[in-house]
């Protein structure tokens, strides 16, 4: 095996210091999109550094372009915006900080007659499936203004809200509008042998993706009921002044740009040191997608070549630990911000939960034999 050069040592010590650095430094985990700016724009300067005697011998002539360029400054600078993820945060932040009152008049008016518990199982399964069609971004502004007006206390309310980033996460996946990732699979499958079109996704994953979701919803009822003798918010429902909601659009801004930042640093050893490997490791390596965006990820692995049985492996293990931490996913990014969760909060709670699923998924699709396909 070939022996790593100095730069792509210094890569997986970046990997270690983003995954370390918000559990050990209070400072970083206050300041967490500040720390992840850094740590993409290291990321990249660093991969610039890479001899082109190196990239020759690994990638060809052909080479990619790593490090610093103008290309790569544009997309980090637009992304965001293009995507609709900080004008979505902004527009909602303003709707919900006018209507607040509305939507607490209307749950508890709803709760008056349907049981907490019941009214979380809903709420969980009906945005992680419906994800898919509003979008992961519309389903998170709508986790977090219904959370917010809830009677739970603030562990109940952090569980039920990371619980629910799993499954937005997870039912996004289901069409090409719901998260980049989709988007991107669904683009890189659109020719021969797949011919991807809008329901691609949802014949491979259905199957494995709806079971998760209602497993989510069933996790959060578990989690209200612990919680059922809370009587009255302990977390105030008003979204803070209007500069509070241009602020936080304002920190998802240099998030976004952050995970962009560092995923673009990281391509040398992605398309080095994970693509070769098969399948099942690869399910598991994707845990890095825990604190790399896993859009980048999956444009990365995802190719035709790829079987129906490693397509659905590779996607399904990006999903998941996608969910483990705060920046595994832009639901997980927007909930978090908007409700103060810190990475140690959400790692308690998001590690255990991505790693039984992950588990369990991995015997179901490498073992056993029922891998039914829809056919829309």
């Not at 809200?161 to 990732?181: D, N, Q, R």
Request: glycine residues 8%; proline residues 5%; negative net charge.
């Amino acid at each position: 095996m070939e022996i790593p050069t100095l730069v792509e040592l210094g890569l997986f010590a970046i990997v270690l210091i983003v995954l370390l650095g918000p559990f050990t430094v209070r400072k970083i985990e206050h300041n967490l999109e500040a720390f992840l700016f850094v740590m993409g724009v290291s990321a990249v300067t660093l991969s610039s550094f890479e001899s082109h005697e190196n990239l020759v011998r690994f990638y060809g002539e052909t080479v990619p372009e790593i490090g610093w360029n103008m290309h790569l400054v544009m997309e980090a600078v637009e992304e965001p915006v293009l995507k609709g993820i900080v004008p979505a945060v902004l527009v909602a932040g303003l709707l919900f900080h006018y209507g607040q009152s509305r939507i607490q008049s209307i749950i508890d008016a709803v709760l008056k007659v349907v049981p907490l518990r019941i009214l979380i199982f809903v709420m969980i399964v009906v945005l992680g499936l419906s994800a898919s069609i509003i979008t992961a971004i519309i389903a998170a502004l709508l986790l977090v203004e219904l959370i917010r007006v809830m009677p739970m206390d603030r562990k109940t309310q952090v569980n039920v809200t990371i619980i629910a980033c799993f499954s937005i996460g997870i039912g996004a996946v289901l069409t090409p509008v719901g998260e980049p990732l989709s988007t991107i699979a669904v683009t890189k499958l659109q020719g021969d042998p797949y011919n991807a079109g809008f329901f691609f996704l949802f014949n491979i994953l259905a199957i494995y993706v709806i079971p998760a979701c209602v497993a989510m919803g069933l996790l959060g009822m578990f989690f209200t009921g612990k919680a059922k003798e809370v009587k009255e918010k302990t977390i105030s429902a008003a979204e803070g002044t209007l500069k509070d909601v241009v602020v936080r659009a304002g920190k998802v801004y240099l998030f976004v740009m952050a995970l962009l930042l560092l995923g673009s640093g990281m391509k040398l050893v992605i398309d080095k040191y994970i693509l070769s490997i098969p399948p099942e490791i690869i399910y598991w390596v994707n845990m890095i997608s825990a604190v790399l965006d896993n859009a980048t990820l999956a444009a990365a692995e995802i190719s035709p070549m790829m079987d129906p049985l490693t397509l659905q492996a590779v996607i399904m293990g990006l999903l998941f630990s996608g969910g483990m931490l705060i920046p595994g996913n832009i639901p997980n990014i927007i909930a978090a911000q908007k409700l103060s969760i810190t990475s140690t909060e959400w790692a308690k709670v998001g590690i255990p939960i991505g790693l039984v699923l992950m588990a369990l998924y991995f015997v179901w699709i490498f073992y056993l034999p029922f891998h039914f396909e829809f056919n829309l």
